[in-house]
């Protein structure tokens, strides 16, 4: 296929499917691994809320996530994309209806769910996170904060060395400690105790001197605030750097405001804002406990692991 991609290329497209946000990439992918980019999209559609105290889709889920599916399949056919790949994460590795919700997802739209084990979350997760940054002689470490879990990836170049995926998200920390706005402060004594019991203190060595990548909405979100930016632009974001000390001070503000107050803060992506503190708490967790000074922020990740993965460019 030849479309404008250039000689050889297929155009492919890739729907991450996460606990939180429905993700399209469509691309046009080349025999040499390069890509061109034809839509990236995002929907916020909270398919996992309340999985974490029932470990059940709810109906409403199952409707929100069917509607995303069906308007990004839709959207694929417009583009002539030739394959498309759906992975689920988190959410669909916790919930006990996950094939109720498969079936009813290829009835609806065609498209088959590929779940994805943790590690495998966390590869090309890690994979996709680099893609378009320098490469970094020391190495990188890519932390993806989700809605359900959190993964942690370390390597050189593509080989990874390292890589955990650890049950704390931004909506499961939010349901199970930070159901008021602004939280207590007991609340988020809990909920930080928490993410420390889960994070390994033994990890820290392994990921020394390593450059901190973030990818998913807590930290591009962050990157943007930090760019003044009053619309999100991946070009401005993909690849800026935030200081440990800016971490903090945001977190600071945050914990302080109203979910008014965060709604109104711009970019914040609608739906982001009873999620975000949660997602910079467990950033700041992570950066505190293995010696982070800064974090650099990816607009890139798990989708674009999966397109390299899918045309042939990962191992």
Same mark, same amino acid.
């Given at each position: 296929?030849?479309?404008?991609?250039?000689?050889?290329?297929?155009?492919? @497209?890739?729907?991450?499917?996460?606990?939180?946000?429905? +993700?399209?990439?469509?691309?046009?992918?080349?025999?040499?691994?390069?890509?061109?980019?034809?839509?990236?999209?995002? $929907?916020? @559609?909270?398919?996992?809320? #309340?999985?974490?105290?029932?470990?059940?889709?709810?109906?409403?889920?199952? *409707? $929100?996530?069917?509607?995303?599916?069906? =308007?990004?399949?839709? *959207?694929?056919?417009?583009?002539?994309?030739?394959?498309?790949?759906?992975?689920?994460? &988190? =959410?669909?590795?916790?919930?006990?209806?996950?094939?109720?919700?498969?079936?009813?997802?290829? @009835?609806? &739209?065609?498209?088959?769910? %590929?779940?994805?084990?943790?590690?495998?979350?966390?590869?090309?997760?890690?994979?996709?996170?680099?893609?378009?940054?320098?490469?970094?002689?020391?190495?990188?470490?890519?932390?993806?904060? #989700?809605?359900?879990?959190?993964?942690?990836?370390?390597?050189?170049?593509?080989?990874?060395?390292? *890589?955990?995926?650890?049950?704390?998200?931004?909506? $499961?920390?939010?349901?199970?400690?930070?159901?008021?706005?602004?939280?207590?402060?007991?609340? +988020?004594?809990?909920?930080?105790?928490?993410? %420390?019991?889960?994070?390994?203190?033994?990890?820290?060595? &392994?990921?020394?001197?390593?450059?901190?990548?973030?990818?998913?909405?807590?930290?591009?979100?962050?990157?943007?605030?930090?760019?003044?930016?009053? %619309?999100? =632009?991946?070009?401005?974001?993909?690849?800026?750097?935030?200081?440990?000390?800016?971490?903090?001070?945001?977190?600071?503000?945050?914990?302080?405001?109203?979910?008014?107050?965060? $709604?109104?803060?711009?970019?914040?992506?609608?739906?982001? %804002?009873?999620?975000?503190?949660?997602?910079?708490?467990?950033?700041?967790?992570?950066?505190?406990?293995? #010696?982070?000074?800064?974090?650099? @922020?990816?607009?890139? #990740?798990?989708?674009?692991?999966?397109?390299?993965?899918?045309?042939?460019?990962?191992?």
């Amino acid at each position: 296929m030849d479309r404008t991609g250039g000689p050889g290329a297929m155009r492919r @497209a890739v729907i991450d499917i996460g606990t939180n946000t429905i +993700l399209l990439l469509a691309a046009d992918v080349r025999p040499d691994g390069s890509i061109r980019v034809l839509t990236d999209e995002h $929907r916020i @559609a909270r398919l996992g809320k #309340g999985i974490d105290a029932g470990r059940r889709f709810t109906d409403e889920a199952f *409707r $929100r996530a069917e509607e995303a599916l069906t =308007a990004y399949r839709r *959207r694929c056919d417009e583009l002539g994309v030739e394959a498309i790949t759906a992975v689920g994460t &988190s =959410a669909l590795r916790d919930a006990r209806n996950t094939p109720d919700l498969a079936a009813r997802i290829e @009835a609806s &739209s065609g498209l088959r769910i %590929e779940v994805l084990s943790g590690d495998d979350e966390a590869l090309w997760t890690y994979r996709g996170g680099l893609h378009g940054l320098a490469p970094n002689e020391r190495g990188d470490t890519v932390i993806d904060i #989700g809605g359900g879990s959190t993964e942690i990836v370390t390597g050189s170049g593509s080989a990874v060395t390292l *890589r955990r995926s650890f049950d704390i998200g931004s909506v $499961r920390l939010t349901e199970r400690f930070l159901r008021t706005s602004p939280p207590t402060p007991g609340d +988020l004594k809990a909920a930080r105790r928490f993410v %420390e019991d889960v994070l390994p203190s033994g990890y820290r060595p &392994s990921v020394h001197g390593t450059r901190l990548v973030g990818v998913a909405g807590t930290v591009t979100t962050l990157a943007a605030l930090h760019r003044g930016l009053t %619309e999100y =632009a991946p070009a401005a974001v993909h690849g800026h750097t935030v200081t440990m000390e800016e971490v903090r001070e945001t977190f600071d503000g945050m914990r302080r405001m109203t979910l008014d107050d965060l $709604r109104r803060m711009p970019p914040m992506a609608p739906g982001r %804002e009873d999620i975000i503190l949660a997602g910079m708490l467990i950033l700041f967790a992570v950066m505190e406990r293995y #010696g982070f000074d800064a974090v650099t @922020a990816s607009d890139r #990740g798990l989708r674009y692991g999966i397109l390299m993965r899918d045309a042939g460019g990962g191992h």
